[in-house]
């Protein structure tokens, strides 16, 4: 049956959240349940094209890349892929009206990381909207339930949420991506001489991004409000610990975290903003 290959679909896209992200999945619980399973499909379906040009390094990346893209333009044309997680993301795109313009602009921005790229304002802008801004756009088409005119008018914070997000990983894993990946994505950034007036302009720009995206999450519908604000929280705190951090700190090979007993008090303390309405 049709549907159970679905249903095994819509699974594959949630195992492969949870296995991947801990604390995504966590996010995940928090929406609406009927908003669960296309969440994971997006989850999954930018989890595989990560994976291509992160991790991948002993294949041909950019013939997997390119054959992600085509396998991608088959299911949604198609309506079926025998690849679970396309399959469960092309019905998301399906349902929700995900135009595909922002799919095409997400695998771009994972097309420029097969290649070492010195990033200027102008490429740097360009990656973060692929990379996280249009993936933001996607899941807002979820929260918004196909509403064209609220989709339009939460569609610029739904952006800079996205764009902090992006950039919060990029000084998270700045050592990571330098060393192991070759990559440096914050444009005229010299590694060598990464000094603190360096970090602070970086953090002054995600604190604008945070502030605009916040306007957003107080009028997003209910069912995915308190989710998406708890991603907010979870953000803004690995923000203001990396914040705390001296600039060489951050080129260490030690990744900074929130501990998953911190998550929980988190998700506490933004359940209560969000039932007592102070976002």
């Known amino acids: 049956m049709k549907a159970l290959y679905d249903s095994i679909s819509r699974r594959t896209s949630k195992i492969t959240t949870k296995a991947y992200s801990t604390s995504f999945s966590l996010g995940i619980r928090l929406f609406n349940k009927e908003l669960h399973d296309p969440i994971y499909a997006i989850y999954g379906f930018v989890r595989l094209a990560d994976e291509i040009v992160d991790t991948f390094h002993d294949y041909d990346k950019a013939l997997l890349m390119a054959e ?15 690849n679970p997680i396309l399959h469960s993301f092309q019905e998301t795109v399906r349902k929700y009206n995900i135009e595909w313009e922002l799919i095409d602009r997400f695998l771009k921005s994972m097309e420029m990381d097969l290649s070492d790229i010195e990033y200027n304002q102008m490429l740097f802008e360009d990656y973060i909207l692929g990379s996280a801004e249009v993936v933001g756009l996607m899941c807002l088409h979820v929260f918004t339930y196909g509403d064209q005119k609220m989709y339009d008018e939460l569609k610029q914070p739904a952006m800079r949420l996205g764009s902090a997000f992006q950039k919060i990983n990029f000084l998270r894993d700045m050592h990571a991506d330098h060393i192991h990946l070759g990559r440096t994505y914050f444009p005229g950034l010299d590694m060598s001489n990464f000094d603190q007036e360096s970090k602070t302009r970086i953090e002054a720009d995600i604190e604008k991004d945070f502030y605009d995206g916040l306007e957003g999450i107080r009028r997003l519908p209910s069912g995915a409000r308190y989710g998406v604000y708890s991603a907010y929280v979870y953000y803004f705190n690995l923000f203001k610990k990396i914040k705390k951090l001296n600039s060489q700190r951050l080129l260490q090979d030690k990744r900074i975290r929130v501990p998953n007993s911190a998550k929980y008090g988190l998700l506490v303390t933004s359940y209560l903003r969000y039932r007592f309405n102070l976002l």
């Open 68 to 82: 992600f893209r085509q396998d991608t333009v088959n299911a949604i044309e198609r309506g079926i892929s025998l």
